[in-house]
């Protein structure tokens, strides 16, 4: 099997920064893109950013210049920056991987835990 587990969120004030990361350990063979979504209400989650294997990087418009997503391949461990952070930046962030496990031909989307940012003064 493949878990995620995430740390580092927390509560922070308007203007302020978190970096969440994001450690992929099992019977991994590769990963493909890794990324992070977060909850948005009754939408479910919308992705916030992502990256390739390659280190190709994209991000959802409201997080653009704000937020960096990273990845360290030998650690299969994925960052999410977050800089200048905003109170509707506030809910849970969940990274995401596809993963190829030894034991299968087919890549499989694995989740993270969920890790709460709160953005308040």
């Known amino acids: 099997q493949v878990q995620l587990v995430e740390s580092g969120g927390g509560l922070v004030q308007p203007g302020g920064s978190l970096r969440l990361s994001c450690a992929a350990s099992g019977s991994i063979f590769t990963i493909a893109d890794m990324g992070w979504y977060r909850q948005a209400s009754e939408k479910g989650r919308e992705l916030v950013a992502i990256?390739?294997?390659?280190?190709?990087?994209d991000y959802t418009d409201s997080v653009k210049g704000r937020f960096v997503i990273s990845r360290d391949n030998a650690k299969n461990t994925v960052f999410l920056q977050m800089n200048t952070l905003k109170p509707e930046d506030t809910t849970v962030y969940y990274c995401?991987?596809?993963?190829?496990?030894?034991?299968?031909?087919?890549?499989?989307?694995?989740w993270g835990q969920g890790a709460q940012v709160t953005v308040s003064s």
């Open positions: 995401n991987a596809g993963v190829r496990r030894w034991s299968s031909d087919n890549m499989n989307d694995f």
């Open positions: 990256i390739s294997s390659s280190g190709i990087t």
